[in-house]
């Protein structure tokens, strides 16, 4: 069975939602609609780059993936479809694919399927719902657009990496508050060699050891691990990390190591 995912800033509250699934649909009724998340933040590319980048590996390969991020109606935006390590994703070519890709997709299209544009008030089911669809039932990417090279370039903000130092910042705020930094489990290893390390934070706060799980450390005690994006976490064991160490979206956290 076809497998569409979902991943948007439409929410839970209003309509959209349920228009985007009913569209989908009623183009291929047997379709498995599957829902990654629709509570990214209004207009956060980032946000919804680093938790597709997360999840869509965990799909079967030929998943078609839409992604309703910053994609109202705009004369001067491309949308796309594409294919990307068996995968193919829909959506605005707004810099998101090259925040989530670390390699060239295998093939891109600009999607050439809207029929009017005075009646185009809703992309997700005019153009992204309808693109979906034709890709899930086996239509070639060419059979909805024309092809191009190039993806809108947004670079991610990188650590900066001094001689025993990496000066880092929280790039994510999960669901159970726990704290993810842009630091990934190579580049720490890779500076790391041997040494010890002490991570720093607000409030004077610091960590001196990695922990492999959660519950290492009595409820209520802080913790920094490698999370499943093998991305550096700061933690509270059965606690609300973001609040309680005051750590937020863009917080500056250092690591620095010593022998």
Same mark, same amino acid.
């Given at each position: 069975? !076809?497998?569409?995912?979902?991943?948007?800033?439409?929410?839970?509250?209003? *309509?959209?939602?349920?228009? &985007?699934?009913?569209?989908?649909?009623?183009?291929?009724?047997?379709?498995?609609?599957?829902?990654?998340?629709?509570?990214?933040?209004?207009?956060?590319? $980032?946000?919804?780059?680093?938790? &597709? %980048?997360?999840?869509?590996?965990?799909? $079967?390969?030929?998943?078609?993936? /839409?992604?309703?991020?910053? =994609?109202? +109606?705009?004369?001067?935006?491309?949308?796309? !479809?594409?294919?990307?390590?068996?995968?193919? *994703?829909?959506?605005?070519?707004?810099?998101?694919?090259?925040?989530?890709?670390?390699? !060239?997709?295998?093939?891109?299209?600009?999607?050439?399927?809207?029929?009017?544009? %005075?009646? &185009?008030?809703?992309?997700?089911?005019?153009?992204?719902?309808?693109?979906?669809?034709?890709?899930?039932?086996? +239509?070639?990417?060419?059979?909805?657009?024309?092809?191009?090279?190039?993806?809108?370039?947004?670079?991610?903000?990188?650590?900066?990496?001094?001689?025993?130092?990496?000066?880092?910042?929280?790039?994510?705020?999960?669901?159970?508050?726990?704290?993810?930094?842009?630091?990934? #489990?190579?580049?720490?290893?890779?500076?790391?060699?041997?040494?010890? *390390?002490?991570?720093?934070? %607000?409030?004077?706060?610091?960590?001196?050891? /990695?922990?492999?799980?959660?519950?290492?450390?009595?409820?209520?005690? %802080?913790? =920094?691990? *490698?999370?499943?994006?093998?991305? /550096?976490?700061? !933690?509270?064991? #059965?606690?609300?990390?973001?609040? /309680?160490?005051?750590?937020?979206?863009?917080?500056?956290?250092?690591?620095?190591? +010593?022998?």
């Amino acid at each position: 069975m !076809a497998v569409i995912t979902l991943t948007t800033d439409l929410g839970d509250k209003d *309509f959209y939602q349920a228009a &985007l699934k009913g569209s989908i649909l009623c183009l291929l009724p047997n379709v498995n609609i599957v829902d990654i998340t629709h509570g990214i933040a209004a207009f956060n590319i $980032p946000q919804a780059a680093f938790v &597709l %980048k997360n999840a869509f590996h965990y799909f $079967p390969k030929g998943t078609v993936h /839409l992604i309703g991020i910053d =994609c109202v +109606y705009n004369e001067n935006m491309r949308y796309l !479809a594409l294919q990307y390590h068996g995968h193919y *994703f829909v959506g605005s070519d707004n810099g998101i694919f090259a925040l989530m890709f670390e390699e !060239a997709p295998t093939e891109i299209v600009e999607i050439n399927i809207i029929q009017d544009l %005075k009646h &185009l008030h809703f992309p997700l089911t005019d153009i992204f719902a309808k693109a979906c669809c034709s890709i899930a039932a086996g +239509y070639p990417l060419k059979s909805i657009g024309i092809p191009v090279e190039h993806l809108q370039e947004k670079v991610n903000l990188h650590p900066v990496i001094e001689k025993n130092i990496i000066r880092a910042s929280v790039i994510y705020i999960d669901s159970f508050q726990n704290v993810i930094t842009n630091i990934s #489990k190579d580049l720490f290893s890779k500076v790391q060699g041997n040494r010890k *390390f002490k991570l720093s934070f %607000k409030r004077s706060e610091s960590i001196t050891k /990695l922990s492999w799980h959660y519950n290492e450390v009595p409820e209520g005690e %802080k913790l =920094c691990l *490698f999370g499943i994006s093998n991305n /550096l976490e700061i !933690a509270i064991n #059965k606690g609300n990390a973001s609040r /309680l160490l005051g750590l937020y979206l863009n917080d500056i956290v250092i690591v620095e190591f +010593y022998s």
